[in-house]
């Protein structure tokens, strides 16, 4: 059974940092596809980074790149999301979702296994 349980999430001013985590069980992180996802009330669900394939490689949707960073730890088993130079557009639930295998895309339909996810608030 995968379960994906999200930490991290918090409130924060505009330009601050936060860091996301994901601990995984069920799955290993270096044999499947992770993804951090994101929705905003009245908003799509929108994929922001993957990480996937033997040597951990990312992308990002456009909306993140160069201001978030997705990782793993593969001896603990866990994702993280680093993410700085925040904005009050970042505010959203984030949630992690997997797939089995390797997966590079950020389309919701492609993750079948996802956490409860983690609140980040970001404040002008």
């Known amino acids: 059974q995968v379960q994906l349980v999200e930490s991290g999430g918090g409130s924060v001013q505009a330009g601050g940092s936060l860091r996301l985590s994901c601990a995984a069980s069920?799955?290993?992180?270096?044999?499947?596809?992770l993804v951090w996802f994101r929705h905003a009330p009245g908003m799509e669900r929108e994929g922001v980074a993957s990480?996937?394939?033997?040597?951990?490689?990312?992308y990002y949707s456009d909306s993140v790149k160069g201001r978030f960073a997705i990782s793993r730890d593969n001896a603990k088993n866990t994702v993280y999301l680093q993410m700085d130079s925040l904005k009050p557009e970042d505010t959203a639930m984030y949630y992690c979702?997997?797939?089995?295998?390797?997966?590079?895309?950020?389309?919701?339909?492609?993750?079948?296994?996802w956490g409860q996810g983690t609140q980040v608030t970001v404040s002008s």
């Open positions: 069920g799955l290993t992180t270096n044999k499947n596809s």
């Open positions: 990480i996937y394939g033997s040597f951990g490689d990312t």
């Open positions: 979702a997997a797939a089995l295998g390797w997966v590079r895309s950020l389309s919701r339909a492609s993750y079948p296994y």
